[in-house]
């Protein structure tokens, strides 16, 4: 039987994130992210929870802490736009359903306040990452030689939630 999103992630709860959840945020990055370049450190995690234009959640499960995702909102002349800053699970709760339900909740969040285009950088070799972000919508718009320190390109990449609908910027 397959489980869908729900069912696999019973047992864990999301909320926004507050200042206090930084050292668990900071652990849940260096676990999740094996390059130093790819992961945030503690001062920028503060200085995030303390950006009124970041959009933070955490994951719980069974009374700690096991994911987390950061989007970053900005206002345009007549639009809005967001990137997805962060977005990290514990390995030891990898394959659960919680980074899909960490980001479509945000992206949901967003939608919600009018973002019409989000934006989003990614390891080009980050397989499991490249792999959820095109299954919700975004897609490669453009490559990003040595991104994360020499010899690691990224991708940035792009989601219209109304392809089509809005004209192009
Ligand atoms: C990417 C990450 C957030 C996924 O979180 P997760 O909770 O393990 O993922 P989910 O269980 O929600 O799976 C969502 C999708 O991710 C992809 N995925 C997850 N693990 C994968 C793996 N080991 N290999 C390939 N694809 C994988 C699949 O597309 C999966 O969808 P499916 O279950 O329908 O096949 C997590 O692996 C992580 O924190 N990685 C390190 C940090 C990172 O790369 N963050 C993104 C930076 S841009």
Redesign the pocket.
Known sequence: MTLD?AE?CSGVKLRGAFMADAPSIERIEAA??ANPN?RFPIARIRALLANPRARSIVAESGGNSV?WCVALVRAHANWRSGR?Y????D?A??????????VTTTLDSLASEGVERVY????AS????L??YT?IGFGVVEPLPDYYGAGIDGVRMRRLPMLGTIPDR
């Open positions: 999103t696999r999740a992210f790819e994911g997805v962060s977005l990290a699970v390995p709760m990898g394959g659960l359903g919680i980074g899909r339900t960490l989003l950088e990614a390891r980050n397989t499991a990452a792999s959820l299954s």
